[in-house]
Nanobody, 120 residues
């Protein structure tokens, strides 16, 4: 079955860096765009970054442009979110997400989430 497993969250001071990883299994990872979302307390879940199957196209939310970098390694079915210059407003649970084709339908798959806390 499809599984997405995040890791790498934690507590970091403002201005610091973290790298999130999402290990994927159960589908043809290299054929799918992959996404990072986040949800802060009391707010709706928002799209942070998307990467195309080959990594050639990357899209970012305005709030993270220039600070976050999404990347992927199709050889190990894993994609990443490098977060630099972190701000307190980046505090959220971060989720990896993919829409995967099963038969003739697309299904949504989420990871379990990893907490990122930016605080001094």
């Amino acid at each position: 079955q499809v599984q997405l497993v995040e890791s790498g969250g934690g507590l970091v001071q403002p201005g610091g860096s973290l790298r999130l990883s999402c290990a994927a299994s159960g589908f043809a990872f290299s054929s799918y765009a992959m996404n990072w979302y986040r949800q802060a307390p009391g707010k709706e879940r928002e799209l942070v970054a998307t990467i195309a199957p080959t990594g050639g196209t990357r899209i970012y939310a305005d709030s993270v442009k220039g600070r976050f970098t999404i990347s992927r390694d199709n050889a190990v079915n894993t994609f990443y979110l490098q977060m630099n210059s972190l701000k307190p407003e980046d505090t959220a649970v971060y989720y990896c997400f993919a829409k995967v084709l099963r038969g003739i339908r697309l299904y949504d798959y989420w990871g379990q989430g990893t907490q990122v806390t930016v605080s001094s």
